[in-house]
């Protein structure tokens, strides 16, 4: 699933690698905005590792196309 999505996203939308950190960091500023007093370093560290792992991934699948 994620091949397809990067291989339609380059392709429809020209989308970039280095515009996925971006969008990463905008989805953990949503995220800990949206949980106010309840964002905790905890947390915070979840969202980091996952969106982080998730770049790696797609950027691996970038070079690989």
Same mark, same amino acid.
Request: negative net charge; hydrophobic residues 40%; proline residues 2%.
């Given at each position: @699933?994620?091949? !397809? /999505?990067?291989v339609n996203h380059e392709s429809a939308y020209d989308v970039r690698p280095h515009? @996925?950190?971006?969008? =990463? +960091? #905008?989805?953990? /500023? #949503?995220? +800990? /905005?949206?949980?106010?007093? $309840?964002?905790?370093?905890?947390?915070? +560290? #979840?969202?980091?590792?996952?969106? $982080?792992? *998730?770049?790696?991934?797609? *950027? !691996? !699948? =970038? !070079? +690989?196309?």
């Amino acid at each position: @699933y994620l091949n !397809r /999505e990067v291989v339609n996203h380059e392709s429809a939308y020209d989308v970039r690698p280095h515009m @996925y950190e971006g969008l =990463f +960091s #905008a989805i953990v /500023e #949503a995220v +800990s /905005e949206a949980l106010g007093l $309840d964002w905790n370093t905890a947390i915070a +560290s #979840a969202w980091k590792t996952r969106c $982080d792992n *998730l770049q790696h991934e797609i *950027l !691996r !699948r =970038f !070079r +690989s196309i």
